[in-house]
Protein backbone atom coordinates (compact mmCIF):
# COMPACT_ATOMS: atom_id res chain seq x y z
CA UNK A 1 0.00 0.00 0.00
CA UNK A 2 1.43 3.60 -1.08
CA UNK A 3 1.90 5.93 2.35
CA UNK A 4 0.32 9.61 1.40
CA UNK A 5 1.34 12.22 3.88
CA UNK A 6 -1.27 14.50 2.20
CA UNK A 7 -4.18 14.92 0.63
CA UNK A 8 -4.75 18.24 -1.54
CA UNK A 9 -7.63 19.87 -1.81
CA UNK A 10 -9.63 22.28 -4.32
CA UNK A 11 -10.35 25.73 -2.74
CA UNK A 12 -13.56 27.19 -3.86
CA UNK A 13 -16.29 29.58 -2.74
CA UNK A 14 -13.81 30.08 0.68
CA UNK A 15 -13.62 26.76 1.53
CA UNK A 16 -11.50 23.33 1.19
CA UNK A 17 -13.41 20.75 -0.79
CA UNK A 18 -12.84 17.40 -2.12
CA UNK A 19 -13.85 17.01 -5.95
CA UNK A 20 -16.88 16.48 -6.34
CA UNK A 21 -16.02 12.84 -8.08
CA UNK A 22 -14.28 11.60 -5.18
CA UNK A 23 -11.58 11.16 -7.32
CA UNK A 24 -7.46 11.56 -6.69
CA UNK A 25 -4.37 10.49 -8.53
CA UNK A 26 -1.25 10.33 -7.10
CA UNK A 27 2.13 13.00 -7.02
CA UNK A 28 5.58 11.43 -7.10
CA UNK A 29 8.27 13.33 -6.01
CA UNK A 30 10.82 13.45 -8.72
CA UNK A 31 14.12 13.26 -6.64
CA UNK A 32 12.71 9.61 -5.37
CA UNK A 33 10.19 8.61 -7.69
CA UNK A 34 8.21 7.99 -4.96
CA UNK A 35 4.52 9.19 -4.67
CA UNK A 36 3.80 11.53 -1.42
CA UNK A 37 0.73 13.48 -1.98
CA UNK A 38 -3.10 12.61 -3.54
CA UNK A 39 -4.22 14.94 -6.13
CA UNK A 40 -7.70 16.32 -6.83
CA UNK A 41 -9.08 15.11 -10.20
CA UNK A 42 -11.54 17.77 -10.97
CA UNK A 43 -13.82 17.83 -13.37
CA UNK A 44 -16.94 19.71 -15.00
CA UNK A 45 -19.13 19.47 -11.80
CA UNK A 46 -16.24 21.14 -10.22
CA UNK A 47 -15.46 23.91 -12.09
CA UNK A 48 -19.82 24.43 -12.42
CA UNK A 49 -19.64 24.80 -8.99
CA UNK A 50 -16.18 27.13 -8.79
CA UNK A 51 -17.75 29.46 -11.81
CA UNK A 52 -21.19 30.45 -9.84
CA UNK A 53 -19.28 31.18 -6.54
CA UNK A 54 -17.24 33.35 -8.85
CA UNK A 55 -19.92 35.26 -10.43
CA UNK A 56 -21.73 35.31 -7.33
CA UNK A 57 -18.60 37.68 -6.05
CA UNK A 58 -17.87 39.11 -8.68
CA UNK A 59 -20.12 42.54 -8.89
CA UNK A 60 -18.61 43.40 -4.93
CA UNK A 61 -15.21 42.28 -5.76
CA UNK A 62 -15.52 44.41 -9.18
CA UNK A 63 -16.99 47.46 -6.92
CA UNK A 64 -14.22 46.68 -4.30
CA UNK A 65 -11.91 50.14 -4.01
CA UNK A 66 -8.43 48.98 -5.42
CA UNK A 67 -6.48 49.92 -2.20
CA UNK A 68 -8.56 47.33 -0.37
CA UNK A 69 -7.88 44.68 -3.66
CA UNK A 70 -4.23 45.70 -3.41
CA UNK A 71 -4.01 45.75 0.57
CA UNK A 72 -5.41 41.57 0.54
CA UNK A 73 -2.85 40.76 -2.24
CA UNK A 74 -0.01 42.80 -0.15
CA UNK A 75 -1.27 40.08 2.84
CA UNK A 76 -1.35 37.15 0.70
CA UNK A 77 1.92 38.16 0.09
CA UNK A 78 3.13 39.07 3.53
CA UNK A 79 1.53 35.32 4.48
CA UNK A 80 3.47 33.65 2.44
CA UNK A 81 6.88 35.66 3.25
CA UNK A 82 6.54 34.51 6.84
CA UNK A 83 6.20 30.70 5.74
CA UNK A 84 8.68 30.96 2.98
CA UNK A 85 11.56 28.09 3.93
CA UNK A 86 8.05 25.67 4.09
CA UNK A 87 7.00 26.52 0.41
CA UNK A 88 10.68 26.70 -0.70
CA UNK A 89 10.98 23.33 0.80
CA UNK A 90 7.37 22.24 -0.66
CA UNK A 91 8.56 23.27 -4.55
CA UNK A 92 11.51 21.52 -4.50
CA UNK A 93 10.14 18.42 -3.46
CA UNK A 94 7.32 18.84 -5.84
CA UNK A 95 9.19 19.54 -8.95
CA UNK A 96 13.12 18.34 -8.27
CA UNK A 97 14.71 21.44 -8.52
CA UNK A 98 17.59 22.73 -5.80
CA UNK A 99 16.15 24.39 -2.86
CA UNK A 100 18.92 27.33 -3.27
CA UNK A 101 17.01 27.81 -6.78
CA UNK A 102 13.58 27.60 -5.40
CA UNK A 103 14.78 29.96 -2.20
CA UNK A 104 16.59 31.98 -4.68
CA UNK A 105 13.96 32.60 -7.54
CA UNK A 106 10.26 30.74 -6.98
CA UNK A 107 9.45 31.63 -3.70
CA UNK A 108 10.35 35.55 -3.38
CA UNK A 109 9.24 35.69 -7.49
CA UNK A 110 5.90 34.72 -6.42
CA UNK A 111 5.40 37.38 -4.10
CA UNK A 112 7.24 40.04 -5.74
CA UNK A 113 4.20 39.37 -8.77
CA UNK A 114 1.72 39.80 -6.15
CA UNK A 115 2.69 42.74 -4.64
CA UNK A 116 3.42 44.24 -8.55
CA UNK A 117 0.48 43.88 -9.14
CA UNK A 118 -1.01 45.38 -6.01
CA UNK A 119 0.58 48.38 -7.10
CA UNK A 120 -0.78 47.64 -10.26
CA UNK A 121 -4.18 47.59 -8.76
CA UNK A 122 -3.94 51.01 -7.48
CA UNK A 123 -2.12 53.01 -10.38
CA UNK A 124 -3.77 51.47 -13.54
CA UNK A 125 -5.92 53.60 -15.18
CA UNK A 126 -7.67 54.56 -18.64
CA UNK A 127 -6.92 57.21 -21.03
CA UNK A 128 -7.75 60.66 -21.34
CA UNK A 129 -8.71 62.51 -25.30
CA UNK A 130 -9.25 66.09 -24.59
CA UNK A 131 -9.94 68.03 -27.78
CA UNK A 132 -11.64 71.28 -28.52
CA UNK A 133 -15.11 69.65 -29.61
CA UNK A 134 -14.77 66.86 -27.78
CA UNK A 135 -14.21 64.70 -24.47
CA UNK A 136 -13.84 61.14 -24.32
CA UNK A 137 -12.12 59.01 -21.25
CA UNK A 138 -11.84 55.41 -21.58
CA UNK A 139 -12.63 52.83 -18.60
CA UNK A 140 -10.85 49.96 -18.32
CA UNK A 141 -13.62 47.28 -16.69
CA UNK A 142 -12.77 43.91 -15.54
CA UNK A 143 -14.56 40.73 -17.81
CA UNK A 144 -16.01 38.81 -14.28
CA UNK A 145 -15.08 34.84 -14.30
CA UNK A 146 -11.58 34.61 -16.00
CA UNK A 147 -9.26 31.33 -15.65
CA UNK A 148 -5.35 31.04 -15.83
CA UNK A 149 -4.15 27.45 -16.30
CA UNK A 150 0.04 27.16 -15.39
CA UNK A 151 3.14 24.22 -16.26
CA UNK A 152 5.16 23.16 -13.69
CA UNK A 153 8.34 24.16 -14.52
CA UNK A 154 7.97 27.75 -12.59
CA UNK A 155 5.07 26.38 -10.53
CA UNK A 156 4.28 28.71 -7.96
CA UNK A 157 6.00 31.82 -9.76
CA UNK A 158 3.92 31.11 -13.22
CA UNK A 159 0.81 30.52 -10.89
CA UNK A 160 1.23 34.02 -8.93
CA UNK A 161 2.03 35.41 -12.20
CA UNK A 162 -0.90 34.60 -13.82
CA UNK A 163 -3.53 35.21 -11.56
CA UNK A 164 -2.54 38.08 -10.12
CA UNK A 165 -2.81 41.13 -12.17
CA UNK A 166 -6.51 39.33 -13.15
CA UNK A 167 -7.33 39.59 -9.09
CA UNK A 168 -6.31 43.14 -9.20
CA UNK A 169 -7.85 43.90 -12.23
CA UNK A 170 -11.29 43.49 -10.63
CA UNK A 171 -12.26 40.17 -11.73
CA UNK A 172 -12.71 36.68 -10.03
CA UNK A 173 -10.39 33.84 -11.05
CA UNK A 174 -10.89 29.79 -11.50
CA UNK A 175 -6.84 29.32 -11.01
CA UNK A 176 -5.71 25.55 -12.55
CA UNK A 177 -1.70 24.83 -11.29
CA UNK A 178 -0.04 21.65 -13.44
CA UNK A 179 -1.32 18.22 -12.12
CA UNK A 180 1.93 17.64 -11.88
CA UNK A 181 3.09 20.57 -9.54
CA UNK A 182 -0.22 21.47 -7.14
CA UNK A 183 1.92 21.92 -3.91
CA UNK A 184 2.31 25.08 -3.64
CA UNK A 185 -0.66 26.52 -4.92
CA UNK A 186 -2.74 24.48 -2.58
CA UNK A 187 -0.44 25.95 0.47
CA UNK A 188 -0.99 29.09 -1.26
CA UNK A 189 -4.87 28.40 -1.05
CA UNK A 190 -4.66 27.68 2.65
CA UNK A 191 -3.52 31.40 3.19
CA UNK A 192 -6.61 33.16 0.82
CA UNK A 193 -9.01 34.18 4.02
CA UNK A 194 -6.47 34.55 6.68
CA UNK A 195 -5.50 37.54 3.90
CA UNK A 196 -9.14 38.39 3.52
CA UNK A 197 -10.19 37.60 0.02
CA UNK A 198 -13.96 37.45 -0.12
CA UNK A 199 -15.30 33.77 -0.58
CA UNK A 200 -15.19 33.27 -4.61
CA UNK A 201 -13.18 35.39 -5.80
CA UNK A 202 -9.67 33.43 -5.72
CA UNK A 203 -11.01 29.61 -6.94
CA UNK A 204 -8.03 26.79 -7.17
CA UNK A 205 -8.50 23.84 -9.25
CA UNK A 206 -6.50 20.90 -9.24
CA UNK A 207 -6.35 18.24 -11.79
CA UNK A 208 -5.30 16.78 -15.17
CA UNK A 209 -5.20 19.43 -18.49
CA UNK A 210 -7.55 16.95 -20.32
CA UNK A 211 -10.17 16.92 -18.16
CA UNK A 212 -10.32 20.01 -15.78
CA UNK A 213 -7.93 22.08 -18.58
CA UNK A 214 -9.86 21.38 -21.38
CA UNK A 215 -13.77 22.10 -19.20
CA UNK A 216 -12.11 25.33 -18.57
CA UNK A 217 -11.50 26.13 -22.00
CA UNK A 218 -14.78 25.46 -23.29
CA UNK A 219 -16.81 26.75 -20.23
CA UNK A 220 -18.98 29.20 -21.57
CA UNK A 221 -19.13 31.50 -19.08
CA UNK A 222 -15.59 32.16 -18.69
CA UNK A 223 -14.70 34.78 -21.39
CA UNK A 224 -11.01 35.50 -20.80
CA UNK A 225 -8.26 32.70 -20.43
CA UNK A 226 -4.58 33.37 -19.84
CA UNK A 227 -2.67 30.05 -20.46
CA UNK A 228 1.27 29.60 -19.84
CA UNK A 229 2.67 26.05 -21.76
CA UNK A 230 3.62 23.62 -24.49
CA UNK A 231 3.08 25.12 -27.81
CA UNK A 232 0.53 22.40 -28.77
CA UNK A 233 -1.43 22.72 -25.94
CA UNK A 234 -1.89 26.49 -26.20
CA UNK A 235 -2.97 25.79 -30.09
CA UNK A 236 -5.90 23.70 -28.38
CA UNK A 237 -6.94 26.16 -26.40
CA UNK A 238 -6.59 28.78 -29.32
CA UNK A 239 -8.77 26.46 -30.95
CA UNK A 240 -11.60 25.63 -28.30
CA UNK A 241 -11.75 29.40 -27.47
CA UNK A 242 -11.97 30.48 -30.75
CA UNK A 243 -15.22 29.03 -31.47
CA UNK A 244 -16.77 31.03 -27.95
CA UNK A 245 -14.74 34.27 -29.54
CA UNK A 246 -12.79 34.32 -25.94
CA UNK A 247 -9.94 36.34 -25.36
CA UNK A 248 -6.65 34.63 -25.13
CA UNK A 249 -2.81 35.33 -24.08
CA UNK A 250 -0.72 31.90 -25.00
CA UNK A 251 2.59 32.04 -23.63
CA UNK A 252 4.19 29.14 -24.99
CA UNK A 253 7.63 27.07 -25.69
CA UNK A 254 11.15 28.33 -26.95
CA UNK A 255 13.80 27.23 -28.76
CA UNK A 256 15.99 30.14 -27.65
CA UNK A 257 19.62 30.92 -28.92
CA UNK A 258 23.07 32.37 -27.30
CA UNK A 259 25.10 34.12 -29.15
CA UNK A 260 28.98 34.36 -28.28
CA UNK A 261 31.06 36.93 -30.65
CA UNK A 262 34.46 36.59 -30.44
CA UNK A 263 34.79 39.96 -28.76
CA UNK A 264 32.49 38.87 -25.68
CA UNK A 265 33.70 39.09 -22.29
CA UNK A 266 34.84 35.63 -22.13
CA UNK A 267 34.31 34.42 -18.28
CA UNK A 268 30.64 36.44 -18.25
CA UNK A 269 29.87 35.28 -21.39
CA UNK A 270 30.87 31.69 -20.04
CA UNK A 271 29.07 31.59 -17.19
CA UNK A 272 26.03 33.11 -18.71
CA UNK A 273 25.88 30.86 -21.39
CA UNK A 274 25.90 28.00 -18.71
CA UNK A 275 23.10 29.04 -16.99
CA UNK A 276 21.22 30.23 -20.02
CA UNK A 277 21.61 26.40 -20.70
CA UNK A 278 21.03 25.02 -17.68
CA UNK A 279 18.88 26.40 -15.30
CA UNK A 280 16.13 24.60 -13.11
CA UNK A 281 17.46 21.48 -15.51
CA UNK A 282 17.07 23.75 -18.57
CA UNK A 283 13.39 23.34 -17.98
CA UNK A 284 12.65 27.04 -18.43
CA UNK A 285 10.91 28.42 -21.20
CA UNK A 286 14.16 30.71 -22.08
CA UNK A 287 16.09 28.53 -21.26
CA UNK A 288 19.10 29.10 -24.09
CA UNK A 289 18.99 25.53 -25.46
CA UNK A 290 21.22 27.03 -29.04
CA UNK A 291 24.48 27.88 -28.13
CA UNK A 292 25.94 29.85 -31.30
CA UNK A 293 29.43 30.42 -31.18
CA UNK A 294 31.54 32.52 -33.49
CA UNK A 295 33.84 30.70 -35.44
CA UNK A 296 36.83 32.07 -34.47
CA UNK A 297 37.27 31.47 -30.76
CA UNK A 298 34.90 28.38 -31.41
CA UNK A 299 37.38 25.11 -30.09
CA UNK A 300 38.73 27.47 -27.16
CA UNK A 301 35.27 28.14 -26.03
CA UNK A 302 33.71 24.94 -26.68
CA UNK A 303 36.62 23.30 -24.28
CA UNK A 304 35.76 25.88 -21.40
CA UNK A 305 32.63 25.56 -21.97
CA UNK A 306 32.49 21.63 -21.12
CA UNK A 307 35.16 22.11 -18.53
CA UNK A 308 32.48 24.84 -16.81
CA UNK A 309 29.76 22.64 -17.34
CA UNK A 310 31.17 19.36 -15.79
CA UNK A 311 31.15 21.41 -12.35
CA UNK A 312 27.82 21.80 -11.81
CA UNK A 313 26.80 19.77 -8.91
CA UNK A 314 24.33 17.16 -9.30
CA UNK A 315 22.34 15.85 -6.48
CA UNK A 316 19.53 15.87 -4.11
CA UNK A 317 17.62 19.19 -4.27
CA UNK A 318 17.29 19.24 -0.77
CA UNK A 319 21.11 19.48 -0.25
CA UNK A 320 21.52 22.97 -0.24
CA UNK A 321 24.79 22.42 -2.55
CA UNK A 322 23.68 21.16 -5.44
CA UNK A 323 22.71 23.05 -8.08
CA UNK A 324 21.17 20.89 -10.71
CA UNK A 325 17.90 18.97 -9.57
CA UNK A 326 15.89 15.95 -11.11
CA UNK A 327 13.96 16.87 -14.02
CA UNK A 328 9.72 16.97 -13.06
CA UNK A 329 8.71 13.58 -14.04
CA UNK A 330 9.57 10.13 -15.41
CA UNK A 331 7.81 10.66 -18.39
CA UNK A 332 9.99 13.49 -19.18
CA UNK A 333 13.01 12.34 -18.08
CA UNK A 334 12.36 9.48 -20.71
CA UNK A 335 11.30 12.67 -23.36
CA UNK A 336 14.69 14.12 -23.05
CA UNK A 337 16.72 10.96 -23.55
CA UNK A 338 14.91 10.26 -26.59
CA UNK A 339 16.26 13.71 -27.41
CA UNK A 340 19.26 12.67 -26.79
CA UNK A 341 19.07 9.62 -28.03
CA UNK A 342 17.90 11.50 -31.31
CA UNK A 343 20.72 13.68 -31.57
CA UNK A 344 22.89 11.10 -32.05
CA UNK A 345 20.93 9.37 -34.34
CA UNK A 346 21.59 12.66 -36.57
CA UNK A 347 24.77 12.86 -36.17
CA UNK A 348 25.89 14.54 -32.96
CA UNK A 349 28.21 14.10 -30.94
CA UNK A 350 27.89 13.86 -27.00
CA UNK A 351 31.24 15.83 -25.61
CA UNK A 352 29.59 15.27 -21.82
CA UNK A 353 26.82 14.05 -20.39
CA UNK A 354 24.01 12.45 -22.16
CA UNK A 355 23.05 10.05 -19.47
CA UNK A 356 20.55 9.67 -16.63
CA UNK A 357 22.73 9.91 -13.59
CA UNK A 358 21.55 7.52 -11.15
CA UNK A 359 21.97 8.45 -7.18
CA UNK A 360 22.58 7.04 -3.49
CA UNK A 361 20.38 6.27 -0.96
CA UNK A 362 17.07 8.23 -1.01
CA UNK A 363 17.40 9.54 -4.48
CA UNK A 364 18.39 6.34 -6.40
CA UNK A 365 15.17 5.92 -8.36
CA UNK A 366 15.08 9.69 -9.03
CA UNK A 367 14.89 11.18 -12.44
CA UNK A 368 18.19 12.83 -13.21
CA UNK A 369 19.73 14.08 -16.02
CA UNK A 370 23.07 15.16 -16.84
CA UNK A 371 23.64 18.58 -17.83
CA UNK A 372 24.42 17.40 -21.50
CA UNK A 373 26.32 19.19 -24.24
CA UNK A 374 25.64 18.15 -28.00
CA UNK A 375 27.87 19.59 -31.36
CA UNK A 376 28.60 18.58 -34.63
CA UNK A 377 24.85 19.16 -35.78
CA UNK A 378 23.25 21.39 -38.08
CA UNK A 379 20.73 23.74 -36.90
CA UNK A 380 18.02 22.50 -39.39
CA UNK A 381 17.82 19.36 -37.79
CA UNK A 382 14.94 18.10 -35.37
CA UNK A 383 17.03 18.31 -32.49
CA UNK A 384 17.91 21.80 -32.90
CA UNK A 385 14.52 22.96 -34.02
CA UNK A 386 12.29 21.29 -31.75
CA UNK A 387 12.17 22.21 -27.95
CA UNK A 388 13.48 19.44 -25.57
CA UNK A 389 12.84 21.55 -22.11
CA UNK A 390 15.43 19.74 -20.51
CA UNK A 391 19.18 20.19 -19.60
CA UNK A 392 20.51 19.47 -23.48
CA UNK A 393 22.51 22.41 -25.02
CA UNK A 394 23.95 21.69 -28.64
CA UNK A 395 26.87 24.26 -29.90
CA UNK A 396 26.96 25.28 -33.40
CA UNK A 397 29.81 27.48 -35.08
CA UNK A 398 28.85 30.51 -37.17
CA UNK A 399 31.11 33.31 -38.65
CA UNK A 400 29.26 35.88 -39.85
CA UNK A 401 26.82 38.28 -37.90
CA UNK A 402 23.89 37.19 -41.13
CA UNK A 403 24.91 33.84 -40.88
CA UNK A 404 23.77 33.79 -37.02
CA UNK A 405 21.31 35.23 -37.98
CA UNK A 406 19.51 33.34 -40.26
CA UNK A 407 20.15 30.25 -38.10
CA UNK A 408 19.03 31.54 -34.77
CA UNK A 409 15.61 32.45 -36.64
CA UNK A 410 15.52 29.02 -38.14
CA UNK A 411 12.76 27.75 -35.99
CA UNK A 412 9.23 28.12 -35.17
CA UNK A 413 9.43 29.39 -31.80
CA UNK A 414 10.40 33.62 -31.57
CA UNK A 415 10.75 33.67 -27.48
CA UNK A 416 14.01 34.75 -26.75
CA UNK A 417 17.75 35.00 -27.10
CA UNK A 418 20.73 36.56 -25.62
CA UNK A 419 23.41 38.32 -27.22
CA UNK A 420 27.05 38.53 -26.50
CA UNK A 421 29.39 41.24 -27.53
CA UNK A 422 31.08 44.35 -26.30
CA UNK A 423 30.14 46.31 -29.44
CA UNK A 424 26.95 48.14 -28.46
CA UNK A 425 26.31 49.00 -32.27
CA UNK A 426 26.28 44.91 -33.34
CA UNK A 427 24.22 43.92 -30.12
CA UNK A 428 21.92 46.79 -31.34
CA UNK A 429 21.61 45.31 -34.83
CA UNK A 430 21.61 41.47 -33.96
CA UNK A 431 18.90 42.26 -31.14
CA UNK A 432 16.64 44.40 -34.06
CA UNK A 433 16.60 41.21 -36.60
CA UNK A 434 16.24 38.57 -34.33
CA UNK A 435 12.77 36.99 -34.54
CA UNK A 436 12.40 36.86 -30.65
CA UNK A 437 9.86 38.47 -28.03
CA UNK A 438 12.84 39.37 -25.62
CA UNK A 439 16.51 40.01 -26.58
CA UNK A 440 18.84 40.03 -23.58
CA UNK A 441 22.25 41.79 -24.14
CA UNK A 442 25.35 40.63 -22.20
CA UNK A 443 22.87 38.47 -19.94
CA UNK A 444 20.29 36.03 -19.46
CA UNK A 445 17.07 36.34 -18.29
CA UNK A 446 16.97 39.79 -16.80
CA UNK A 447 13.10 40.53 -16.18
CA UNK A 448 11.92 43.96 -15.32
CA UNK A 449 8.59 42.91 -13.92
CA UNK A 450 6.95 46.34 -15.32
CA UNK A 451 8.34 45.00 -19.19
CA UNK A 452 6.33 43.13 -22.07
CA UNK A 453 6.89 39.61 -21.59
CA UNK A 454 6.32 37.19 -24.44
CA UNK A 455 7.22 35.58 -28.02
CA UNK A 456 6.76 36.06 -31.41
CA UNK A 457 5.88 33.07 -33.66
CA UNK A 458 4.81 30.11 -31.58
CA UNK A 459 6.20 31.03 -29.21
CA UNK A 460 2.93 32.90 -28.09
CA UNK A 461 0.18 35.34 -28.62
CA UNK A 462 -0.08 38.11 -26.47
CA UNK A 463 2.53 39.62 -23.87
CA UNK A 464 2.64 40.10 -19.94
CA UNK A 465 4.27 42.02 -17.48
CA UNK A 466 3.03 44.72 -15.21
CA UNK A 467 0.72 46.99 -17.70
CA UNK A 468 -0.30 44.81 -20.48
CA UNK A 469 -1.59 41.71 -17.59
CA UNK A 470 -3.47 44.63 -16.89
CA UNK A 471 -4.55 45.32 -20.04
CA UNK A 472 -5.14 41.92 -21.23
CA UNK A 473 -7.69 41.08 -18.29
CA UNK A 474 -9.33 44.49 -18.26
CA UNK A 475 -11.97 45.28 -21.36
CA UNK A 476 -11.68 49.52 -22.52
CA UNK A 477 -14.86 51.16 -22.94
CA UNK A 478 -14.75 54.74 -24.37
CA UNK A 479 -16.99 57.42 -23.58
CA UNK A 480 -17.40 60.44 -25.16
CA UNK A 481 -19.18 64.21 -24.93
CA UNK A 482 -19.28 66.85 -26.79
CA UNK A 483 -17.53 69.81 -25.31
P1 LIG B 1 1.55 21.77 -20.90
O1 LIG B 1 1.13 22.53 -22.09
O2 LIG B 1 1.55 20.30 -20.95
O3 LIG B 1 0.65 22.15 -19.64
C1 LIG B 1 0.47 23.48 -19.19
C2 LIG B 1 -0.84 23.55 -18.42
O4 LIG B 1 -1.92 23.29 -19.31
C3 LIG B 1 -0.95 22.52 -17.30
O5 LIG B 1 -1.68 23.07 -16.23
C4 LIG B 1 -1.72 21.42 -17.99
O6 LIG B 1 -2.36 20.57 -17.11
C5 LIG B 1 -2.70 22.23 -18.81
N1 LIG B 1 -3.28 21.50 -19.92
C6 LIG B 1 -2.80 20.40 -20.55
N2 LIG B 1 -3.64 20.02 -21.55
C7 LIG B 1 -4.67 20.91 -21.54
C8 LIG B 1 -5.85 21.06 -22.33
N3 LIG B 1 -6.13 20.23 -23.32
N4 LIG B 1 -6.67 22.09 -22.05
C9 LIG B 1 -6.39 22.96 -21.07
N5 LIG B 1 -5.30 22.85 -20.27
C10 LIG B 1 -4.45 21.85 -20.51
O7 LIG B 1 2.96 22.35 -20.50
P2 LIG B 1 3.92 21.82 -19.37
O8 LIG B 1 3.20 21.86 -18.06
O9 LIG B 1 4.52 20.55 -19.85
O10 LIG B 1 5.00 22.99 -19.33
C11 LIG B 1 6.11 23.03 -20.17
C12 LIG B 1 5.85 23.94 -21.35
O11 LIG B 1 5.50 25.23 -20.91
C13 LIG B 1 7.08 24.12 -22.20
O12 LIG B 1 6.73 24.02 -23.56
C14 LIG B 1 7.54 25.53 -21.88
O13 LIG B 1 8.28 26.13 -22.89
C15 LIG B 1 6.24 26.21 -21.64
N6 LIG B 1 6.42 27.41 -20.83
C16 LIG B 1 6.28 28.64 -21.42
C17 LIG B 1 6.52 29.79 -20.70
C18 LIG B 1 6.34 31.15 -21.31
O14 LIG B 1 6.21 32.11 -20.55
N7 LIG B 1 6.33 31.29 -22.62
C19 LIG B 1 6.97 29.73 -19.30
C20 LIG B 1 7.07 28.40 -18.80
C21 LIG B 1 6.81 27.28 -19.54
P3 LIG B 1 -1.62 19.20 -16.66
O15 LIG B 1 -0.44 19.62 -15.88
O16 LIG B 1 -2.64 18.55 -15.88
O17 LIG B 1 -1.26 18.48 -17.92
Not at 224 to 233: D, L, R, V
Not at 327 to 338: P, R, Y
Request: glycine share 8%; aromatic share 8%.
Amino acid sequence: MTLHNKKIMNFVNGEMVEPLSGQYFETIEPATGQPYALVPDSNKDDLDRAVIAAQNAFPAWRDTPAEERAAMMNKLADLIDERQDNFIQAESKDNGKPVSLAGALDIPRGTANLRTFADAAIQFKGDVFEKDTSYTYTLRQPFGVVATISPWNLPFLLFTWKFSPALAAGNCVIAKPSEVTPMTAYMLSELINEAGFPPGVLNILHGKGANIGSAITNHPDIPTISFTGGTATGIEIYTNAAKQLKKVSLELGGKNPTIIFDDAEWDKALEGAKTAAFANQGQVCLCGSRLFIQDTIYDRFKADFIKKVETIKIGDPKDTNTQHGATVSKDHMEKVLSYIALAKEEGGTVLTGGNRRILEGRCKDGYFIEPTVIDGLPHTCRTNREEIFGPVVTLMPFSTEDEVIEMANSTDYGLAASVWTQDQNRADRVATRLENGMVWQNCWNLRDLEAPFGGFKKSGIGREGKWRAMQFFTQEKTIGRPR
